[in-house]
C-alpha cells in the first residue's frame, strides 16, 4: 500500500509539474509593447525576439532583444548563418542577459538572401537549438 | 542559265530583279527592327530598383567634427593637392589618386617615393564606405587619411613634420584655422588627424554622378516603357546577368554595388615569391592596434555611434586574402583592377569570374563564387551593363576654386 502511495504522490506531482510547464509554454505570451516580434518554439524553451530596427536591415547594424520562457538560462551563444553560402557574419555580437532578457548588439547581415539566427541555449540540464529563419532582399 | 538546269534541259533564268527586291527588303527588314525587347520579371525589377535611387542621402559624419562644412572642404582639397607633405616635395594625394582618370592612377601597383603592394583604389563615394582600403585597417575616411602621411613609401610627411607644415604656413594655417576655429596648436598628433579630417570633408564631396544605369532604374520604377527602351539591350541582358546567373549582386548590391566587406574572389596573394599579402586579416590585426580607429580618442563623437563595427568586428581564418569588395560606380573609369591590379580591363575581370577556379578560393566553405561558365556574347553583356554605371558628366570638385578666398 505504501509503495502504492508513493506512486500514486509521483505522479500526481508528475502531473503538477508537466501541468506547470505546459501552464508556463501556454503562458508564454508577446511582451508588452513588442509589436513586431516574432516568435520560435523548441522542445524546452520558446522565445520571443524582436529586431532594432524593427525590420532587419541589410548590409547595416542592428540589435535583437529576446524573451525565453522555459527553465533557467544558463548559457547562451547566438550566431548568424547563411545556410546557402555556408558562412557566417563578420561580426561577433555581444550577448548580455538580465534573467530571460537577452539583448545581442552588434549583428550585421551584409548579402541578400536567407539568413538564420541561431541560438544555442542550455540550462538546467537541458540544451537546446532554436532557429529563426528570413529572407533579406 | 546555270549547269545545273541545263544538264535537265529546263530554260532557266534568275528573277534577279524579283531577288534583289526581295533581298533589299529583308535588310529593311533588319535595320528596322526594333532592338529585342527584354521583360524583366517582378523579382528582377524589385532587384533593380534596389540598386538607388541616386544619388543617395547622405549625413556628416559624426566622428569627424568639420564633416560637411565649407571652410574644412576647402582646406581638404587645398591639402590633397600640397606637394610638401611628401618628405620629397614631389608627391602629393592626386598622383596615385588623379582627377581624370577616375581618381586613381591607372598602373597596377601605385607608386609614391617607391612601388607599394597595392593598386589605388578610387576615391569615388568614399563617404558611403564602412570600412577603407583595400584591407578596411581604417574604420574613418579621416584616419584612412593619415596612412599615407606616415608610409615612407607613399608620403611619409609624418605627424611632426606635418603639423610644423601647417603651423608655420601663413596660408595652411588660415585655412586651419577657417576650418576648425582655432590655429594649429602645439599638440602634433591633434593637428596631424584634424588635417586627416580636412581632407575627409573634401573626399566626402567625391560622389559620383547619374548613370545611364539610374535613368533607367528609375524608369523601372516608374514603370515607363518609353525610357526604359532608350536603355541599351546588352546592358539589360548584362544587368540580368548580374542579377542573376552572374551571381554579381551577392557582393555588388545596393545604391553603390557593394555590401562594403571583404572577399576572396581568387585572385592570387602573393606579392612575391614567399611574401603574401594577408588582405582583410592583417586589415582587422592592424585596426585593432590603430591609435586612430574609431574607439580612440580621435573620434569626435562621444556616443561612439560609428564604432559599433569596431567594437564587434571579427577576425576569422577565412579573413587572409579577403579583399574590399569595391563598389562599381564608374568602374569603367578605373583600370586596372583587383587588388594588385593584376586584371587590365573589365572583359579580363568578367572572363576571371567566368572561368574561377572555386579550389583555388581560401572561403573555409563558403559557396559564393561558382565557375559561371559564360558565353563570349554573355561577356561582353556584362560589360556592357558595367559601362553603363559610368556618370554621364565630369565631378563638380573639379571646378572649385583652388584655395579659400579669405586665405589667399
Not at chain 2, 564633416?67 to 592626386?94: H, V, W
Not at chain 2, 590655429?183 to 547619374?210: Q, Y
Request: net charge positive; aromatic share 10%.
Amino acid at each position: 500500500m505504501r509503495c502504492c502511495r508513493l506512486i500514486a504522490l509521483m505522479g500526481l506531482w508528475a502531473a503538477i509539474v508537466s501541468g506547470s510547464s505546459a501552464a508556463a509554454a501556454a503562458a508564454c505570451e508577446r511582451p508588452a509593447g513588442w509589436t513586431n516580434a516574432q516568435h520560435v518554439a523548441g522542445k524546452t524553451w520558446r522565445v520571443w525576439w524582436q529586431s532594432s530596427p524593427a525590420a532587419i536591415p541589410l548590409g547595416a547594424h542592428f540589435s535583437v532583444r529576446f524573451h525565453f520562457c522555459g527553465p533557467a538560462l544558463r548559457r547562451i551563444r547566438l550566431r548568424g548563418w547563411m545556410p546557402d553560402h555556408q558562412h557566417g557574419m563578420n561580426y561577433r555580437p555581444t550577448v548580455a542577459r538580465s534573467g530571460i532578457a537577452v539583448q545581442a548588439k552588434g549583428l550585421l547581415f551584409h548579402m541578400p538572401g536567407k539568413w538564420q539566427l541561431i541560438l544555442d541555449v542550455a540550462g538546467s540540464g537541458k540544451r537546446e537549438r532554436l532557429v529563426a529563419t528570413m529572407v533579406l532582399e | 542559265m546555270t549547269p545545273v538546269f541545263r544538264a535537265l534541259g529546263v530554260s532557266f533564268r534568275w528573277p534577279w530583279p524579283a531577288v534583289q527586291a526581295v533581298l533589299i527588303s529583308i535588310a529593311l527588314i533588319i535595320v528596322a527592327a526594333p532592338a529585342q525587347s527584354i521583360d524583366f520579371t517582378a523579382a528582377e525589377k524589385r532587384q533593380i530598383l534596389r540598386h538607388g535611387p541616386w544619388p543617395q542621402a547622405s549625413e556628416p559624419d559624426p566622428s569627424n567634427r568639420v564633416s560637411g562644412k565649407a571652410a574644412a572642404i576647402y582646406f581638404g582639397r587645398t591639402l590633397f593637392f600640397e606637394l610638401r607633405l611628401s618628405t620629397s616635395g614631389r608627391i602629393n594625394c592626386a598622383v596615385c589618386h588623379r582627377p581624370l582618370k577616375g581618381w586613381t592612377d591607372g598602373v597596377p601597383k601605385s607608386r609614391g617615393h617607391a612601388e607599394v603592394d597595392r593598386n589605388a583604389l578610387s576615391l569615388f563615394n568614399l563617404r558611403f564606405n564602412r570600412w577603407f582600403g583595400w584591407d578596411g585597417a581604417q574604420d574613418s575616411l579621416w584616419a584612412q587619411n593619415l596612412r599615407p602621411l606616415l608610409d615612407t613609401r607613399e608620403m611619409g610627411i609624418g605627424i611632426t613634420g606635418a603639423a610644423d607644415l601647417v603651423r608655420g604656413d601663413k596660408a595652411l594655417s588660415c585655412e586651419y584655422r577657417a576650418a576648425f576655429g582655432t590655429a594649429p596648436g602645439k599638440d602634433d598628433a591633434a593637428v596631424f588627424v584634424d588635417l586627416g579630417k580636412a581632407m575627409a570633408a573634401f573626399l566626402e564631396t567625391l560622389v559620383s554622378g547619374r548613370t545611364p544605369f539610374d535613368d533607367f532604374r528609375d524608369a523601372v520604377g516608374r514603370n515607363d516603357a518609353a525610357a526604359m527602351a532608350k536603355y541599351p539591350a546588352a546592358a539589360k541582358r548584362g544587368l540580368r546577368l548580374f542579377i542573376g546567373k552572374g551571381r554579381c549582386a551577392f557582393c555588388h548590391f545596393g545604391p553603390t554595388f557593394t555590401n562594403g566587406e571583404f572577399a576572396d574572389a581568387g585572385v592570387s596573394f602573393f606579392i612575391r615569391r614567399g611574401v603574401v599579402d594577408p588582405g582583410r586579416h592583417g586589415g582587422i590585426r592592424k585596426l585593432r592596434k590603430s591609435p586612430y580607429n574609431l574607439l580612440g580618442k580621435f573620434n569626435d563623437d562621444p556616443a561612439r555611434t560609428t564604432a559599433v563595427k569596431t567594437r564587434h568586428v571579427r577576425l576569422t581564418h577565412r579573413n587572409y586574402g579577403e579583399f574590399r569588395v569595391p563598389g562599381l560606380r564608374n568602374v569603367a573609369l578605373t583600370a586596372p583592377y583587383m587588388h594588385a591590379g593584376s586584371l587590365k580591363t573589365l572583359a579580363d575581370v568578367v572572363r576571371h569570374y567566368s572561368t574561377i577556379n572555386e579550389e583555388r578560393l581560401h572561403a573555409d566553405g563558403e559557396k559564393i563564387l561558382r565557375r559561371l561558365d559564360l558565353s563570349t556574347g554573355e561577356q561582353a553583356d556584362l560589360v556592357a551593363f558595367l559601362r553603363s554605371l559610368t556618370e554621364k558628366e565630369h565631378h563638380p570638385a573639379l571646378r572649385m576654386p583652388v584655395r579659400l578666398p579669405t586665405c589667399k
